[in-house]
């Protein structure tokens, strides 16, 4: 599933708590540049095996992708707080990485 970046030129900013939750044939999301915020077991979907978090996401609610069926997922910069039970019961879980973006002043690298 593709959830566009608007809906009837409304952005979509967040995908409400139980959006998707449960849902049997949902394999696959794309989430669009400027989503913020994903609620709690939004997409705690027993099939889904791939979703992409945008840079523009700065929430993830509790359990937002429990008893899905990911492999890997990428925590973008702007999250600060990792959820409870994030990706729990994904028994499939591999990866979870944590991309940060810092910048270092030049005092730390210089001589």
Known sequence: MIIPEEI??????????NAFKDDE?????VLPDGLNEI?????????????NLP???VAIGIAAFK???????????NILHIPEEMCSYNEHLE?????????????????
Do not use: H, Q, W
């Open 8 to 17: 009837e030129g409304i952005p979509v900013k967040s995908i409400s708590d």
């Open 25 to 29: 044939f949902l394999k696959e999301v």
């Open 39 to 51: 609620g709690a077991y939004a997409f705690s979907c027993p099939n889904l095996e791939t979703i």
């Open 55 to 57: 840079e523009s996401l």
């Open 67 to 77: 008893n899905a069926n990911i492999t890997e997922i990428e925590i973008p910069p």
């Open 95 to 111: 990866k979870v990485s944590y991309k940060i973006s810092v910048r270092l002043p030049m005092a730390v690298i210089s001589k």
